[in-house]
Protein backbone atom coordinates (compact mmCIF):
# COMPACT_ATOMS: atom_id res chain seq x y z
CA UNK A 1 0.00 0.00 0.00
CA UNK A 2 1.48 3.28 -0.92
CA UNK A 3 1.58 6.01 1.90
CA UNK A 4 2.46 9.92 2.58
CA UNK A 5 5.62 10.08 3.87
CA UNK A 6 7.09 13.57 4.88
CA UNK A 7 11.08 14.05 4.35
CA UNK A 8 12.82 16.85 5.63
CA UNK A 9 16.15 17.80 3.94
CA UNK A 10 15.11 15.93 1.09
CA UNK A 11 16.95 18.54 -1.21
CA UNK A 12 20.52 16.67 -1.08
CA UNK A 13 22.35 14.00 0.56
CA UNK A 14 20.89 11.08 1.71
CA UNK A 15 18.04 12.62 1.86
CA UNK A 16 17.38 12.74 -1.61
CA UNK A 17 18.64 9.41 -2.18
CA UNK A 18 16.05 8.55 0.20
CA UNK A 19 12.95 10.45 -1.49
CA UNK A 20 14.62 8.33 -4.77
CA UNK A 21 14.05 5.14 -3.15
CA UNK A 22 10.45 6.00 -1.92
CA UNK A 23 9.60 7.32 -4.90
CA UNK A 24 10.88 4.13 -7.13
CA UNK A 25 8.22 2.71 -5.01
CA UNK A 26 5.29 4.72 -5.70
CA UNK A 27 4.92 6.29 -2.34
CA UNK A 28 3.42 9.61 -2.04
CA UNK A 29 6.13 12.32 -1.21
CA UNK A 30 5.94 15.90 0.58
CA UNK A 31 9.54 17.00 0.84
CA UNK A 32 11.11 19.87 2.56
CA UNK A 33 14.13 22.47 1.78
CA UNK A 34 15.33 25.51 2.23
CA UNK A 35 15.81 26.34 -1.47
CA UNK A 36 12.73 26.84 -3.68
CA UNK A 37 14.79 26.32 -6.41
CA UNK A 38 16.79 23.42 -5.36
CA UNK A 39 13.19 22.35 -4.22
CA UNK A 40 11.91 23.11 -7.57
CA UNK A 41 14.85 21.14 -9.26
CA UNK A 42 14.35 17.91 -6.79
CA UNK A 43 10.70 17.55 -7.58
CA UNK A 44 11.43 17.37 -11.10
CA UNK A 45 14.44 15.03 -10.41
CA UNK A 46 11.74 12.80 -8.98
CA UNK A 47 8.84 12.95 -10.83
CA UNK A 48 11.46 11.90 -13.93
CA UNK A 49 11.35 8.58 -12.51
CA UNK A 50 7.96 8.16 -12.20
CA UNK A 51 4.85 9.24 -13.63
CA UNK A 52 2.43 7.49 -11.25
CA UNK A 53 3.55 9.59 -8.19
CA UNK A 54 3.10 13.11 -5.88
CA UNK A 55 5.21 15.19 -4.92
CA UNK A 56 4.43 18.47 -2.91
CA UNK A 57 7.18 20.67 -1.85
CA UNK A 58 7.54 22.96 1.53
CA UNK A 59 10.14 25.80 2.17
CA UNK A 60 11.12 26.10 5.78
CA UNK A 61 14.69 27.14 7.61
CA UNK A 62 14.61 24.69 10.23
CA UNK A 63 16.73 26.74 12.25
CA UNK A 64 14.15 28.91 12.77
CA UNK A 65 11.83 27.26 15.16
CA UNK A 66 8.68 30.46 14.22
CA UNK A 67 9.55 29.11 10.72
CA UNK A 68 9.39 25.36 11.98
CA UNK A 69 6.20 25.98 14.13
CA UNK A 70 4.49 27.69 10.48
CA UNK A 71 5.83 24.88 8.71
CA UNK A 72 4.18 22.27 11.28
CA UNK A 73 0.87 24.04 10.90
CA UNK A 74 0.76 24.24 7.16
CA UNK A 75 1.06 20.37 6.85
CA UNK A 76 -1.87 20.21 9.56
CA UNK A 77 -3.97 22.40 7.67
CA UNK A 78 -3.22 20.67 4.32
CA UNK A 79 -3.15 16.69 5.20
CA UNK A 80 -5.71 14.68 6.80
CA UNK A 81 -2.98 11.88 7.49
CA UNK A 82 0.19 11.48 6.59
CA UNK A 83 2.00 7.45 7.24
CA UNK A 84 5.88 8.68 8.06
CA UNK A 85 7.80 11.55 8.99
CA UNK A 86 11.65 11.33 8.15
CA UNK A 87 13.40 13.71 10.00
CA UNK A 88 16.78 13.82 7.77
CA UNK A 89 17.69 17.37 7.68
CA UNK A 90 20.79 18.42 9.86
CA UNK A 91 23.66 20.72 10.22
CA UNK A 92 27.20 20.14 11.17
CA UNK A 93 29.69 22.99 10.30
CA UNK A 94 27.56 26.41 9.99
CA UNK A 95 29.93 29.84 9.76
CA UNK A 96 26.34 31.10 11.53
CA UNK A 97 26.21 29.21 15.35
CA UNK A 98 23.50 30.92 16.72
CA UNK A 99 19.97 31.79 15.54
CA UNK A 100 17.85 34.94 16.17
CA UNK A 101 16.86 33.64 19.50
CA UNK A 102 20.01 32.97 20.90
CA UNK A 103 19.64 29.17 20.27
CA UNK A 104 22.78 27.05 18.94
CA UNK A 105 21.54 26.30 15.50
CA UNK A 106 22.69 22.72 15.49
CA UNK A 107 20.70 21.76 18.88
CA UNK A 108 17.74 23.94 16.68
CA UNK A 109 18.03 21.75 12.99
CA UNK A 110 19.45 18.14 14.42
CA UNK A 111 16.89 17.99 18.05
CA UNK A 112 14.48 20.52 18.41
CA UNK A 113 13.03 21.27 15.40
CA UNK A 114 12.37 17.50 14.77
CA UNK A 115 10.61 16.84 18.37
CA UNK A 116 8.27 19.90 17.58
CA UNK A 117 7.37 18.49 14.46
CA UNK A 118 6.77 15.07 15.35
CA UNK A 119 4.51 16.09 18.41
CA UNK A 120 2.61 18.63 16.41
CA UNK A 121 2.39 15.39 13.63
CA UNK A 122 1.80 12.83 16.14
CA UNK A 123 -2.14 13.24 15.44
CA UNK A 124 -1.87 13.11 11.59
CA UNK A 125 0.25 10.07 12.24
CA UNK A 126 -1.34 7.97 14.65
CA UNK A 127 -0.25 5.26 16.70
CA UNK A 128 -0.34 3.29 13.47
CA UNK A 129 2.62 6.15 12.09
CA UNK A 130 6.41 6.36 12.05
CA UNK A 131 8.49 8.68 13.10
CA UNK A 132 12.05 8.03 11.72
CA UNK A 133 15.14 10.10 13.52
CA UNK A 134 18.32 10.72 12.06
CA UNK A 135 21.39 9.92 15.10
CA UNK A 136 24.71 9.23 14.14
CA UNK A 137 27.69 7.22 15.51
CA UNK A 138 28.77 10.83 16.98
CA UNK A 139 27.07 10.50 20.28
CA UNK A 140 28.16 13.05 23.65
CA UNK A 141 26.24 13.50 26.78
CA UNK A 142 23.69 16.36 26.13
CA UNK A 143 25.04 20.16 28.05
CA UNK A 144 21.14 21.38 28.93
CA UNK A 145 23.06 25.13 29.45
CA UNK A 146 24.25 24.60 25.56
CA UNK A 147 20.79 23.19 24.35
CA UNK A 148 19.54 26.36 26.46
CA UNK A 149 22.04 28.82 23.97
CA UNK A 150 23.96 29.62 27.38
CA UNK A 151 27.61 27.74 26.51
CA UNK A 152 29.10 28.00 23.18
CA UNK A 153 30.33 24.73 21.63
CA UNK A 154 32.45 23.57 19.08
CA UNK A 155 31.07 22.15 15.52
CA UNK A 156 31.85 18.30 16.80
CA UNK A 157 30.85 18.83 20.42
CA UNK A 158 27.18 20.20 19.13
CA UNK A 159 26.70 17.57 16.83
CA UNK A 160 27.60 15.05 18.65
CA UNK A 161 25.28 16.28 21.43
CA UNK A 162 22.13 17.03 19.23
CA UNK A 163 22.90 13.53 18.12
CA UNK A 164 21.98 11.71 21.52
CA UNK A 165 19.65 14.17 22.19
CA UNK A 166 17.50 12.87 19.58
CA UNK A 167 17.88 9.47 20.20
CA UNK A 168 17.11 9.90 24.09
CA UNK A 169 13.73 11.95 22.96
CA UNK A 170 13.07 9.25 20.26
CA UNK A 171 12.98 6.73 23.23
CA UNK A 172 11.17 8.90 25.76
CA UNK A 173 8.26 9.60 22.96
CA UNK A 174 7.09 6.37 22.55
CA UNK A 175 5.63 6.34 26.09
CA UNK A 176 3.43 8.52 25.35
CA UNK A 177 -0.15 7.10 24.37
CA UNK A 178 -1.39 7.04 21.66
CA UNK A 179 1.81 8.59 19.54
CA UNK A 180 3.48 6.56 16.44
CA UNK A 181 6.12 4.49 16.28
CA UNK A 182 9.60 6.14 16.60
CA UNK A 183 13.19 5.19 15.42
CA UNK A 184 16.19 6.44 15.75
CA UNK A 185 19.16 5.46 13.34
CA UNK A 186 22.45 5.97 12.61
CA UNK A 187 22.28 5.66 8.75
CA UNK A 188 26.18 5.24 8.34
CA UNK A 189 29.38 6.68 9.31
CA UNK A 190 31.05 9.23 6.64
CA UNK A 191 28.61 8.97 4.28
CA UNK A 192 29.18 10.99 0.91
CA UNK A 193 27.28 14.21 1.79
CA UNK A 194 27.82 17.61 1.99
CA UNK A 195 28.18 17.91 5.51
CA UNK A 196 30.54 15.46 5.54
CA UNK A 197 32.13 16.46 2.99
CA UNK A 198 32.57 19.67 4.29
CA UNK A 199 33.08 18.79 7.84
CA UNK A 200 35.54 16.26 7.27
CA UNK A 201 36.93 17.00 3.65
CA UNK A 202 36.69 13.46 2.20
CA UNK A 203 34.45 11.83 -0.64
CA UNK A 204 32.31 9.28 1.87
CA UNK A 205 30.75 6.27 1.37
CA UNK A 206 28.06 4.93 -0.76
CA UNK A 207 24.92 7.10 0.08
CA UNK A 208 22.60 4.35 -0.74
CA UNK A 209 23.77 2.24 2.62
CA UNK A 210 21.61 5.34 4.38
CA UNK A 211 19.24 5.11 2.18
CA UNK A 212 18.58 1.45 1.93
CA UNK A 213 18.06 1.34 6.13
CA UNK A 214 16.37 4.89 6.51
CA UNK A 215 13.52 3.36 3.66
CA UNK A 216 13.34 -0.04 5.41
CA UNK A 217 12.84 0.90 9.22
CA UNK A 218 10.41 3.95 7.19
CA UNK A 219 7.96 1.10 5.92
CA UNK A 220 8.72 -2.85 6.69
CA UNK A 221 6.52 -3.87 9.15
CA UNK A 222 8.88 -5.83 11.58
CA UNK A 223 10.21 -2.06 12.33
CA UNK A 224 6.56 -1.68 14.74
CA UNK A 225 8.52 -3.89 17.44
CA UNK A 226 11.56 -1.88 17.81
CA UNK A 227 9.56 1.30 18.89
CA UNK A 228 11.78 3.77 20.78
CA UNK A 229 15.19 1.72 20.10
CA UNK A 230 18.10 3.03 18.28
CA UNK A 231 19.67 1.15 14.65
CA UNK A 232 23.27 1.47 14.57
CA UNK A 233 24.10 0.71 10.73
CA UNK A 234 27.49 0.65 10.91
CA UNK A 235 26.64 -2.00 13.61
CA UNK A 236 23.68 -3.56 12.07
CA UNK A 237 22.14 -3.95 14.82
CA UNK A 238 19.50 -1.89 17.44
CA UNK A 239 20.37 -1.55 20.32
CA UNK A 240 17.90 -1.45 23.89
CA UNK A 241 17.10 1.43 25.13
CA UNK A 242 19.04 3.31 27.29
CA UNK A 243 18.82 2.64 30.65
CA UNK A 244 21.29 3.86 32.62
CA UNK A 245 19.98 6.30 35.54
CA UNK A 246 22.29 8.79 34.06
CA UNK A 247 20.38 9.03 30.37
CA UNK A 248 17.25 8.77 32.14
CA UNK A 249 17.37 11.48 34.24
CA UNK A 250 19.13 13.50 31.10
CA UNK A 251 16.38 12.25 28.69
CA UNK A 252 13.75 13.98 31.22
CA UNK A 253 15.42 17.05 31.47
CA UNK A 254 16.17 17.27 27.89
CA UNK A 255 12.31 16.85 26.79
CA UNK A 256 11.26 19.53 29.78
CA UNK A 257 14.24 22.18 28.30
CA UNK A 258 12.89 21.28 24.73
CA UNK A 259 8.95 22.40 25.68
CA UNK A 260 10.78 25.43 27.30
CA UNK A 261 12.02 26.63 24.40
CA UNK A 262 9.37 25.76 22.17
CA UNK A 263 6.92 27.43 24.19
CA UNK A 264 8.83 30.23 25.14
Request: aromatic residues 6%.
Amino acid sequence: MHKTILLTGATDGIGYETAKKLIELGHHLIIHGRSSEKLANTKKQLLALSDQVKVDTYIADLSNLDAVKKFAAEIVENYQKIDVLINNAGVFKTNQTKNAQGLDVRFVVNTIAPFYLSNALAPLLGENGRVVNLSSAAQSPVNMSALMGKLDLDHMQAYSQSKLAIRLWSESFRKIEGNPICISVNPGSLLASKMVKEGFGIPGSDLSIGANIITKIALSPSMRQHNGQYFDNDQGHFHEGITTDAHQQMAQELVESMQSIISA
